[in-house]
């Protein structure tokens, strides 16, 4: 028998299941539904948080957004929305949006339809009472998605937010090394903003950060502050404006 006629189908699946992993990883890939990854503009940063709300760090990050204009985009749990619905009530007052990232953070690549829908719609009516409306923009626990994630995120109306940079502010390490991390922004914005005779064109980054850990409330994020104490002066400096995932993009994903 001709080795190639055994051969093929287990490259065909290897490369089959390659794609799966890209498709379902790569936080930039867009073969299981469309994402938002940019911003439409070198100037717009859009800072984006997971796993909160959290009050040991939230409320400390509302305050050091305020004090430069900033905005940003909290992508909440949902089981920690419903211990903490103030919270959330005065993000969205202070001028962030909130989004959604599932009622309790499991993996939704293992999960059914059925039970990547019950996450989902979870956590969109602990959100929708909490703010007082329902949240428009989707982030999948772990960047992970499958066949059905985005479609079903689409059934309640959400686009689904990627990023273009995720420093690791959940590991171990000192605030330092955090910092070092986050240097990419500032060198695109330096790249792109640099030269004043050229009009900025191109896109701009959507950083991913955490404000909670999905294991707890109250995580110890300061290491994300401190980072952030950093980098907002630096970045405001180069002239980078904080925006929402809401202001990032002027024209959404169908
Ligand atoms: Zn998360």
Request: glycine share 6%.
């Amino acid at each position: 028998m001709n080795s190639l006629l055994i051969e093929a189908p287990a490259v065909a699946i290897a490369a089959a299941a390659g794609l799966t992993a890209y498709g379902a990883v790569y936080p930039r890939a867009q073969i299981f539904g469309r994402t938002i990854c940019r911003t439409d503009s070198p100037r717009k940063l859009a800072i984006t948080f997971d796993d909160g709300p959290n009050p040991a760090i939230t409320p400390k990050l509302l305050d050091l957004f305020d004090r430069y204009n900033a905005k940003a985009t909290f992508f909440l749990i949902g089981k920690f929305v419903r211990e903490c619905p103030e919270l959330v009530k005065e993000t969205v007052a202070r001028g962030h949006v909130v989004g959604n990232h599932t009622e309790t953070h499991l993996n939704l690549f293992r999960l059914s339809p059925m039970q990547v829908r019950v996450e989902l719609r979870l956590c969109h009516d602990a959100i929708s009472h909490a703010a007082g409306a329902p949240p428009k923009w989707f982030r999948p626990p772990f960047g992970l998605r499958n066949p059905w994630v985005i479609p079903a995120a689409r059934e309640l109306g959400y686009q689904t937010v990627m990023w273009t940079l995720i420093p690791g502010d959940w590991r171990e390490k000192p605030a330092e090394w955090l910092i070092e991390r986050m240097q990419p922004i500032a060198h695109h914005a330096q790249q792109s903003l640099g030269n004043e005779s050229s009009p900025a064109s191109g896109t701009g980054d959507v950083l991913c950060l955490h404000d909670g850990t999905h294991r707890q409330l109250n995580g110890d994020r300061t290491r994300t502050l401190a980072a952030l104490e950093h980098w907002l002066p630096r970045w405001r400096d180069l002239g980078l404006e904080f925006v929402t995932i809401a202001e990032a993009v002027r024209t959404p994903a169908p």
